[in-house]
T-cell receptor, first 109, second 113 residues
Framework: GENVEQHPSTLSVQEGDSAVIKCTYS??????FPWYKQELGKGPQLIID???NVGEKKDQRIAVTLNKTAKHFSLHITETQPEDSAVYFC????????WGAGTKLIIKP | DVKVTQSSRYLVKRTGEKVFLECVQD?????MFWYRQDPGLGLRLIYF???????EKGDIPEGYSVSREKKERFSLILESASTNQTSMYLC???FGRGSYEQYFGPGTRLTVT
């Protein structure tokens, strides 16, 4: 079946530094590449997504880059802030999403 | 704003009980999903539905069933709860085919003793 791997599983960065989370997938039919953020006690929420015809997308401090040939895409967060602390999930797919195991991002003050 | 609500935040049930988890969305979305979330495993799809009275199995449907009698409501049923069904259950909805963003409820933490 489809395989999605997310790395690292935990990432601790100093406030103000950048964070990068990588997601690799196996299903070449995937054409939608989202990142979700899950805060404590809440369901996941979409923060950024990209379609397969685009290589990079940016929204203020967050960006997603896609390498479809190598079957991986990454989440980049710059100038990290305490409110960025959460669990982040990649979920490549199309009408069905295949979820990674999650990355716990810790922002150290 | 899209709102997805789940009937309970916390639920404790005994082994063998029949359990109903209810989910309601208020944005006229076509698609609805039930996931379970366990540490280190991400979200795993149990069942989904693209239309009223329509359902399709996800990756882990065993031990579960669903009902969608109205467009806005999607119910997950545990026919005979077991301890290995202790988990966080998340409901989600999305607008329709071609629209992939999923909107989630806050989750129900179910404990089966």
């Amino acid at each position: 079946g489809e395989n999605v791997e997310q790395h690292p599983s935990t990432l601790s960065v100093q406030e103000g530094d950048s964070a990068v989370i990588k997601c690799t997938y196996s299903d070449s039919a995937s054409n939608y590449f989202p990142w979700y953020k899950q805060e404590l006690g809440k369901g996941p929420q979409l923060i950024i997504d990209i379609r397969s015809n685009v290589g990079e997308k940016k929204d203020q401090r967050i960006a997603v880059t896609l390498n479809k040939t190598a079957k991986h895409f990454s989440l980049h967060i710059t100038e990290t802030q305490p409110e960025d602390s959460a669990v982040y999930f990649c979920a490549p797919g199309n009408y069905q999403l295949i979820w990674g195991a999650g990355t716990k991002l810790i922002i150290k003050p | 704003d899209v709102k997805v609500t789940q009937s309970s935040r916390y639920l404790v049930k005994r082994t063998g009980e029949k359990v109903f988890l209810e989910c309601v969305q208020d944005m006229d979305h076509e698609n609805m999903f039930w996931y379970r979330q366990d540490p280190g495993l991400g979200l795993r799809l149990i069942y989904f539905s693209y239309d009223v009275k329509m359902k399709e199995k996800g990756d882990i449907p065993e031990g579960y069933s669903v009902s969608r009698e109205k467009k806005e409501r999607f119910s997950l049923i545990l026919e005979s709860a077991s301890t290995n069904q202790t988990s966080m259950y998340l409901c989600a909805s999305s607008f329709g085919r071609g629209s992939y963003e999923q909107y989630f409820g806050p989750g129900t933490r179910l404990t089966v003793t």
